[in-house]
């Protein structure tokens, strides 16, 4: 029995080397699979990075034709301007067709700058058209002077001439003045004022009957009627620009009028513009005297002007 324990011990013992063995021999140890599965990594990668590369190398060729194509272009192009210019300025008289061409382009240039002064400021578009020396010969050559202003006031009252050249002469008329820093000028009266007033409330657009009012409502010209008018022009217009421009003019005509050269003007005008500053029937007319008035000091003087 013993004996029999001993045999079957020994035959399993027998059995489970050979199975031991045969496992050792049939199937490849883990490291042996790890090192198979990076082997095959590297290869994978190596093959991706010569792809790229020579991807790469397509890529710069490509790009390096394209940069010298641009550049021959860009070469081809320099030789045939100056070819062209070499042309140009080999042939006789072609610099001085060249310099008369860009006189003529400037003085095109210039016209048209003018041209667009006069269209947005119609009254003050004879500035553009005088000579360089305009402002000395003025102030220099008085028989000039006096012939150009006498110029001027005729073409102001002469009414067969349109409108738009009459503002402009009135304009330059008073622009000679301030060159020659007069206040006061033969040319420069009641008459030649008035008929610019006369525009300005005719019947015209009120473009022109703006710019007309602009033009005179601070006229040197004192005098009772064009106060009377600029009065009339505030209590009936109806465009608000021009009834603030009347009561301007009609404020410089109280500053500058004096008992001495005009007895009893100054009185008349005070009692004018406190007549609208107390006006209860248009609230518009009285805002407006307020804004111009605007000081309580002022007001007290005016009210002493008219009670004298």
Known sequence: MSQLKTTLSFTFSISALCIALYSHFTQPPERDLTHLTLSADREHLASQSERFTVNQTEESVEGQQHIQQLKEQV???????????????????????????????????????RAEHRESNPVYGFYEDLPDDYEMRLKTDPEYADKLSKQLQQKVLDESLPVIDRLSAMGQ?????????????????????????????????DKLRVQALDVVAQTPVVDGRIARSLLDIVEKESNDYMRATAAEGLMAQYYQANDEQYPG????????????????????????????????????????????
């Open 173 to 205: 008329l008073q622009m000679n003045m301030y060159v020659l820093n007069r206040t006061q000028m033969d040319t420069m009266n009641y008459d030649t004022v008035d008929a610019v007033i006369k525009i300005s409330r005719g019947q015209y657009d």
């Open 75 to 113: 070469r081809y192009l320099q030789e045939r301007v100056l070819e062209l210019e070499n042309r140009a300025f080999s042939a006789p008289g072609a610099a001085q067709s060249l310099e008369e061409s860009v006189l003529a382009i400037l003085e095109e240039k210039e016209q048209r700058e």
């Open 265 to 308: 003007l100054k009185r008349q005008l005070a009692s004018d513009i406190l007549k609208l500053y107390n006006n209860d029937i248009d609230s518009q007319v009285y805002n407006l005297m307020q804004r111009m008035i605007g000081d309580e000091d002022l007001l007290e003087q005016i009210r002493k002007d008219a009670n004298k």
